[in-house]
């Protein structure tokens, strides 16, 4: 399927790009041959082979002033790198520079079931607009500790502690069911710092205490001083 037929007219909220043409001089983008991804959310069970490389995925681009515009961004993993993002004027595919705009930045509107930095749902303009992209996108998810690290790192910046603390529970709570510790330290870590900051220290020092087990069992000694 070529991108000119499927973007902004099929219902897929997310594409494999298996071939491209960006090394020609000429603007061939609406020819890239596409592969539509069926699930919810972008994962690894979608995608045959490995779960990297060039994909197209549903996107916002939000602004302060009004309702966030449907579009598309391209999306490099494992990488998280965005290089173009893709909107609909008077009937024709148009492809801009990466994520800024007019006043506006281009966010994801779905999940992405791969960490990365987490500011790719970030946007000045409205900094909620990414945090109920995750929220929402959360009982979509296959593995909810993706999304919900995502989730919990926004909601820390905006100093929405509480549902930090929620979100990182999920996380936590996820990666110890799957028996996956690489992280859990460093999750720990996080968590007993809002819980130092919304006045629970008995929760923090449990966090703490749990950390360096975590931290032992990964790094075959107890934590430094300056170690997290």
Same mark, same amino acid.
């Given at each position: 399927?070529?991108?000119?037929?499927?973007?902004?007219?099929?219902?897929?909220?997310?594409?494999?790009?298996?071939?491209?043409?960006?090394?020609?001089?000429?603007?061939?983008?609406?020819?890239?041959?596409?592969?539509?991804?069926?699930?919810?959310?972008?994962?690894?069970?979608?995608?045959?082979?490995?779960?990297?490389?060039?994909?197209?995925?549903?996107?916002?681009?939000?602004?302060?002033?009004?309702?966030?515009?449907?579009?598309?961004?391209?999306?490099?993993?494992?990488?998280?790198?965005?290089?173009?993002?893709?909107?609909?004027?008077?009937?024709?595919?148009?492809?801009?520079?990466?994520?800024?705009?007019?006043?506006?930045?281009?966010?994801?509107?779905?999940?992405?079931?791969?960490?990365?930095?987490?500011?790719?749902?970030?946007?000045? +303009?409205?900094?909620? *607009?990414? !945090?109920?992209?995750?929220?929402?996108? =959360?009982?979509?998810? @296959?593995? /909810?500790? &993706?999304? #919900?690290?995502?989730?919990?790192?926004?909601?820390?910046?905006?100093?929405?502690?509480?549902?930090?603390?929620?979100?990182?529970?999920?996380?936590?709570? +996820?990666?110890?069911? *799957?028996? !996956?510790?690489?992280?859990?330290?460093? =999750?720990?870590?996080? @968590?007993? /710092?809002? &819980?130092? #900051?919304?006045?629970?220290?008995?929760?923090?020092?449990?966090?703490?205490?749990?950390?360096?087990?975590?931290?032992?069992?990964?790094?075959?000694?107890?934590?430094?001083?300056?170690?997290?």
């Amino acid at each position: 399927m070529k991108l000119a037929d499927v973007l902004f007219n099929e219902p897929w909220r997310a594409y494999q790009v298996v071939e491209n043409f960006e090394e020609d001089e000429s603007d061939n983008f609406t020819q890239w041959e596409l592969k539509p991804l069926p699930g919810p959310t972008l994962a690894s069970d979608d995608v045959e082979g490995e779960f990297q490389g060039l994909f197209i995925i549903a996107a916002q681009l939000v602004t302060a002033e009004s309702q966030p515009q449907s579009c598309y961004l391209d999306l490099v993993l494992p990488e998280r790198v965005v290089e173009h993002h893709f909107l609909l004027e008077r009937g024709s595919i148009v492809r801009r520079k990466g994520r800024r705009g007019t006043n506006a930045t281009v966010i994801p509107a779905i999940g992405i079931e791969k960490f990365g930095n987490y500011t790719l749902f970030f946007a000045k +303009e409205n900094p909620s *607009a990414g !945090i109920d992209v995750l929220k929402g996108e =959360l009982s979509n998810a @296959r593995h /909810r500790d &993706y999304l #919900a690290y995502d989730l919990a790192f926004l909601l820390r910046d905006q100093k929405r502690y509480e549902e930090a603390i929620d979100a990182f529970s999920i996380v936590i709570e +996820e990666r110890q069911r *799957a028996e !996956i510790s690489s992280i859990l330290h460093m =999750l720990y870590t996080e @968590r007993a /710092r809002l &819980y130092a #900051a919304i006045g629970q220290p008995e929760r923090a020092e449990a966090d703490l205490r749990q950390r360096a087990i975590e931290f032992e069992r990964k790094y075959g000694h107890p934590p430094g001083p300056h170690e997290n």
